[in-house]
Every structure is written in C-alpha cells, then in structure tokens.
C-alpha cells in the first residue's frame, strides 16, 4: 500500500475513534442526567452547544474537502477520456469504484435581488403568483440540477428567468465501496 493510501486509513481510523469516545461520553451523560444539579445541566448544556459548534465546523471543513477532491477527480478524469464518450472506465481506487457524475446548472435568480427574473422562473414552473409572494415554494437544489442537465443535454431553452451565461458544471462522483477494499477498521 502507498504513503496516499495509508494517509487515508489513518484519517478514517482517527475519525472512527473520536466518534466512539464520542458516543461512549453521551451515553454516560445520558446515565448521570438524573443525578445532576440544575446548575451542572446548564453546565454540560453549554459545553455541548460549544463542542457542537466544533464537531460542525469540522463537518463542514470535511464536505467542503470532499467536494474539492470529487471535482478535481472528475474534471481530470474528464481531461483524461475526452476521446473515450461514453466507453470511458470509472475510476477504480483501493477503495471505491467511482463513476464521474458531471451536471449542468445555472445561479438561480433570488427573489431580493433579481424579483423580475425569480417571478418569471415561478412563472415557468407553474407556480401560482400567490404561493410565490408568500414564499411558500423553493426550488428543490438536485432535483433543479437535474432538470438543467436534461434541458442542456437536449439542446433545449433554459427555463425563464435564468441566465444563459450563469451556468456552471458541478462534478460529484457516484461512489461505490469495493467488495475487496482493504479494511479501514485497522
């Protein structure tokens, strides 16, 4: 196994550790409620809404890191098989088989800034003007995404309301463990 690899076990490993020290002190916790003061509930109350806050900004940090390297892998796989169309290889991994799922959308108008545009995109999807100046409805991000793709794969118009220039590729990998991976537990 390479440097790479094994840097990626240690991470996953490290992380499975914290989350069952983790786990282990909330069930502890959960056993001492009963016995605990108002004072220290308050206590343990604010110690939790601060580790809460760390444990989301590390979930954050982590997506965000994970959605750097998924466009990275596609945009480089999608470098490397330009000639191939569709009998490109997945990428196969030590871990994963990964098929590059590259989808077209557009920087959707908002209703604050853009109300002309965002009213003629509610228009297009059939919203009724009332639901619209109650904002009761939202577009749904994936299923949106989804709908741009199949417009743009089929030469299609943009709906109302979006700019033709706003649009943008976003790349994800559809990840699937292989049967064979090593495994991560040490």
């Not at 604010?46 to 390297?69: H, P, T």
């Not at 945009?75 to 990428?91: K, M, S």
């Not at 990964?98 to 959707?108: G, H, I, R, Y």
Request: net charge negative.
């Amino acid at each position: 196994m390479n440097n790479q690899v094994l840097m990626q076990m240690r991470l996953c490993q490290a992380i499975r550790e914290m989350h069952h020290e983790q786990y282990e002190f909330i069930l502890e916790a959960r056993k001492a409620l009963a016995g605990m003061q108002p004072a220290a509930l308050a206590d343990l109350a604010f110690m939790l809404r601060e580790s809460n806050k760390l444990v989301d900004d590390m979930r954050k940090e982590q997506n965000n890191l994970q959605e750097q390297v998924e466009k990275v892998a596609c945009v480089r796989w999608v470098q490397a098989n330009l000639n191939d169309g569709a009998n490109a290889e997945p990428i196969r991994g030590e871990f994963v088989t990964a098929t590059p799922d590259v989808k077209k959308m557009a920087s959707l108008p908002r209703r604050s800034t853009n109300p002309e545009a965002y009213d003629a995109l509610m228009k297009y999807l059939g919203i009724p003007k009332d639901v619209v100046e109650k904002d009761l409805m939202r577009c749904h991000w994936p299923s949106f995404t989804e709908h741009i793709t199949a417009l743009c794969a089929e030469g299609r118009p943009l709906p109302d309301g979006i700019d033709p220039s706003k649009t943008y590729d976003v790349y994800r990998l559809l990840l699937r463990k292989r049967a064979d991976a090593p495994s991560l537990d040490g």
